[in-house]
């Protein structure tokens, strides 16, 4: 445990933004995390680096929290219930369970950053959220250095967000998730249209936990660019819902607008559509830019600064504005 100085933060974010951190220290268990927050109090804390845009230098101390390992809590002939430490890479993790023949997670294949970080936006794709499987959550007090635990219910989560995001945001380092998994008897989601596309084109009729992993990780890469090739956080905004009402008078002007039903009277719309119909997607601005695959996805090509692409953002958020009345929402932090 040893404070470094003057450390370059790009390795450990997936946009690859080249920030310095004035001090940086590695953490590699709940202990050692706790001795930290006896004297420092005032830190900026890096797991993954996945869902953050870094705009600038980090004076505060960057505490990067490393810590691994996994263990089966218990297990019965149905089901396993896991808990993993903050640290451990997310996609090496669903990669283990799928090896395992433990179902759940198998749907989350390929989404960058790591454990401790999943509960914080309830990571969700292809009609799974995480919240479904996760059945506690442990954390620090960064102001006592205790520990304390959440169930689920105590989490809130909801679509992309959790109570991590709103009332103890900033209070508490995430330290280890728990999980309830299946051994058989598996809920498999295969309804995402381009699941079953997938295994169709492959002739799969009774898909394996495998058979799912490798398809969404097949759509993942056609669709999404990976991070150690094009520095990106996935989703830069919110899919936004709106009123009905609001959605109606779209639909006469855009017939062809795609959207999901939320209740009587709301309506969800792919923020990924909309950025594509006001002209943004695949768009190149030096060293940033737009996804050609997916325009929900902003993009580092190598050497952007987040400034740059946080006014990119704005940009968009504007055009989106002016041309549907809708208010895009960041699902990135932005770090000042
Ligand atoms: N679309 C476009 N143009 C685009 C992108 C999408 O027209 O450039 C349209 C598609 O044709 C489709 C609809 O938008 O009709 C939905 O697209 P897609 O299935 O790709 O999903 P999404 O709503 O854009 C969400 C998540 C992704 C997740 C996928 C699959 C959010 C903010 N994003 O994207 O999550 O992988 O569904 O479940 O909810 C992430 O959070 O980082 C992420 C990648």
Same mark, same amino acid.
């Given at each position: ?6 450390? &370059? ?15 940086? $220290? &590695?953490i ?6 706790? #001795? ?13 680096g ?36 903050? *640290? ?14 433990? %179902? ?11 454990? %401790? ?6 990571? *969700? +794709?292809?009609?799974v959220?995480?919240?479904? !499987?996760?059945?506690?959550?442990? +954390? $620090?007090d ?20 959790? $109570? ?5 945001? %900033? ?15 598996? #809920? ?5 249209? @381009? ?10 009729? !009774?898909?394996t936990?495998?058979?799912? &992993?490798? +398809? ?14 094009i ?8 899919n ?18 795609? &959207?999901? !039903? ?8 792919? +923020?990924?559509?909309?950025?594509? #119909?006001? *002209? ?5 601005? *030096? ?7 997916? @325009? ?7 050497? @952007? ?7 990119? @953002? ?15 929402? $960041? ?6």
């Amino acid at each position: 445990m040893k404070i470094q100085e003057n450390i &370059s933060l790009k390795k450990y974010n997936t946009f690859n933004i080249d920030v310095n951190a004035k001090r940086f $220290i &590695s953490i590699n268990s709940v202990y050692e995390l706790q #001795q930290l927050l006896k004297t420092e109090k005032d830190i900026f804390l890096i797991s993954g680096g996945s869902n953050m845009l870094l705009t600038n230098d980090i004076k505060k101390l960057v505490v990067h929290l490393d810590i691994k390992g996994i263990s089966i809590d218990r297990e019965n002939h149905d089901d396993v219930y896991l808990t993993v430490n903050a *640290g451990e890479n997310w996609h090496e993790f669903v990669l283990w369970c799928v090896s395992q023949n433990y %179902g759940g997670l198998e749907n989350l294949s390929l989404i960058p950053g790591n454990v %401790g970080t999943c509960p914080i936006q309830n990571i *969700g +794709a292809y009609g799974v959220e995480v919240k479904d !499987t996760i059945t506690r959550v442990e +954390a $620090i007090d960064i102001e006592t250095g205790k520990l304390i635990e959440f169930s689920n219910a105590e989490c809130n989560f909801g679509y992309r967000n959790s $109570i991590f995001k709103n009332e103890v945001k %900033g209070k508490y380092i995430l330290t280890s998730v728990s999980f309830l998994l299946t051994k058989k008897e598996h #809920q498999l989601n295969t309804s995402y249209g @381009a699941i079953e596309t997938e295994l169709t084109s492959k002739n799969i009729k !009774t898909p394996t936990l495998k058979d799912i &992993s490798d +398809a969404i990780i097949s759509i993942r890469k056609s669709k999404l660019p990976d991070p150690k090739e094009i520095g990106n956080s996935g989703s830069f905004f919110k899919n936004p819902v709106i009123s009905k009402k609001h959605f109606d008078k779209l639909k006469e002007k855009f017939p062809k607008i795609p &959207s999901y !039903t939320i209740s009587e009277t709301e309506i969800k719309v792919p +923020a990924g559509w909309l950025i594509e #119909q006001s *002209g943004f997607k695949g768009k190149r601005f *030096g060293e940033f830019g737009v996804h050609e695959k997916q @325009a929900l996805v902003l993009v580092n090509y190598g050497n @952007a600064n987040g400034k740059e692409i946080f006014e990119l @953002a704005e940009k968009i958020q504007k055009k989106i504005k002016q041309n549907f009345e809708i208010d895009l929402e $960041i699902e990135v932090n932005i770090i000042n």
